[in-house]
Every structure is written in C-alpha cells, then in structure tokens.
C-alpha cells in the first residue's frame, strides 16, 4: 500500500513529539515504545522505519526539544529581556506543566545515564542556550559565559526543587528564591 507524499515525515515528527512529552513527564526509563506509538497513534512496527533504536529517539527528540525551547528563549529575550525570561521560567505555570516544560529541568539526571552521543547532542544544545542567555547579560558583564551558566544552572536547579516538593510551601519558596538569585546574577557590575 502506497501512502500520500509526507506521511512518513509527518509520522516522525508525531512520534518525536510525544516521546518529547513523556520523556519529560514520565522520564526516559519509565516512557516504553509501545506506549509511545500507540499515544501518536502507530503500530509498534512503524517505529523502525523511523528510528533505529530508542537512544536515538532520545536523542533526536530531546535534541529537538532544547532547540525549540532556545528559540522560546530568544522569543521571550526579544520581547521583555533577561527578567522576563526568569519570571516564565520561574512560573508556577511551567513548574506545573513539566510535559511541555524545560528539558533539562526534566531530565538532566536521566541524560547523565545516557550514551555518550546523546550527552554530547545534549551538550552542544544546551551550550547555545547559555550562549544566547550570554548574550542578552547587560553590558560591562564581566565573564558572560560563566555568568549566563550559572544563570541556567541557578534556573533549572530552582524548577527541579519546585517540582520536587511541589504542593508544599518549598515549592513556591524555591520558585521566589530562584528568581531573587538568578536576577541577582545579572545585576549590572557596580563601578
């Protein structure tokens, strides 16, 4: 049986989207193929046509997912800045929606357990996500880089304590403290 012209292409995108959503609500162990194709509404047997193995569905869709949420990234710096940035990451929104959330913020520590050429992927996606937050710091920052990685890390790490104790007051403490902190990092040198 012959299909249209773009169903193979548009099969892939549907199963990397919903792997990127369940790896992101679930994790990456917990999320099986099967349930994966039958969720983008394939048989099990349409997933080797597209992806050799499940590390490269991870790969390939957890890459995707840094790449669209860098272009989120750049969309927000665009339109209100650094602080605009922090106060949507920091949201209890996002903290509450982690399926459409912050990959990192998700699955870093699945991502440190996995092969080397995911983590590399990952890597150099995340790096351009510190690259653009570098970017945006306000002049005369010194060392921008390093400030823009410690402004991720400052980010991420205040998301995965709110989600960790979500429904206590931790979680919207952790929220207000990231963000105090994380603006903190990109006040201007004073001279």
């Known amino acids: 049986m012959r299909y249209e012209k773009g169903r193979k292409d548009a099969s892939r995108r549907r199963i990397l989207e919903v792997a990127a959503e369940r790896f992101r609500s679930d994790g990456i162990a917990a999320s099986g193929l099967a349930g994966i194709m ?10 080797y046509p597209h992806f050799r193995s499940k590390e490269e569905l991870v790969r390939d869709s957890v890459a995707g997912t840094i790449d669209a949420q860098t272009g989120r990234l750049l ?3 665009d339109a209100g800045g650094l602080d605009a940035v922090i106060t949507a990451y920091l949201s209890p929104q996002h903290r509450d929606d982690a399926a459409n959330g912050c990959a990192a913020a998700a699955l870093l520590p699945e991502l440190a357990r996995q092969p080397v050429k995911t983590r590399r992927a990952c890597a150099e996606r995340l790096h351009a996500t510190v690259r653009a937050l570098a970017e945006a710091l306000p002049p005369g920052t010194e060392d921008r880089e390093d400030t823009a ?6 980010l991420i790490g205040a998301l995965q ?3 960790a104790t ?3 007051p931790l979680s919207d403490h952790a929220l207000a403290a990231g963000a105090e902190a994380a603006r903190r990092l990109i006040e201007a040198p004073r001279g």
């Open 38 to 47: 039958s969720e983008a509404g394939l048989t099990n047997g349409a997933f």
């Open 75 to 77: 969309d927000r710096l």
């Open 149 to 154: 990685l410690g402004l991720y890390a400052t």
């Open 161 to 163: 304590l709110a989600r």
């Open 166 to 168: 979500k429904g206590t």
